[in-house]
């Protein structure tokens, strides 16, 4: 299990999903921190699209999306004393990982409301349209949210399943545009969960801060030094536990 190799970039929302799935499974791959401006051929020798992240599987599978690592990651290799989430919890993840209702979600944050959070974040490059109109358009994503999470603690059940994980960071980055603002937002539910996902003991671990892959080439496993510098609290429905 050990063998598989994960190329990865800190910053991406799309790699954090990836990193997130594997810390939620049983797999360790090895990482790659790469740069994209500098992306390694070795990489590009396996996934030309020079995307991030990619999973190589220890079956030298290549797996290229980050939603696919995520399935696969938490179908094939679940983790069900995981430190992360309660026993109920990782059941309800587990649960929910081929419901349709799921990828509905996915699709609309990936398809509707990233392209709107891009201009939103790059508004000089787009200069047909103010900022300020940008972000209008991706607030309907955000009301969407809203809405659902004042019904419920996350976006399909009483505890995170895969679509608040892929989800989620996504959010963080459009919040981190103009945090100012974002915090004065009348989304209280989505800052709560947001705050929630972004303070928990799994974000810190998957945001460690790895060296980079070029130009040494070196081998370090995805988890190694999670515990070392993480106090390890189960995200579950219990909030008293969680460090909003
Ligand atoms: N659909 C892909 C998208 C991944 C993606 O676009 N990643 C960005 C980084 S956040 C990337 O690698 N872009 C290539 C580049 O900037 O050259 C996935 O879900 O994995």
Sequence with gaps: MNSAILYTFRRCPYAMRARIGLHLSQLNPTVR???????????????????VPVLITSEQQVIAESIEIMQFSLAQYPDLSSPWL?????????DWLSKPQTMIWINANDNDFKPWLDKYKYADRFPEQSQNWYRQQAEIFLQLLEDKLAQQAFLCADSPTMADFAIFPFIRQFANVEPVWFNALPYPNVYRWLALLVNSSLFQAVMHKYSLWLPERSMIQLKQSQQQNVKIIPLCKNEKIMNI
């Design 33 to 51: 921190e790469i740069e994209l401006k500098n992306k390694p051929q070795e990489m590009l020798n396996v996934s030309a699209k020079g995307t």
């Design 86 to 94: 309660t026993p109920d919890a990782y059941q309800t993840l587990l």
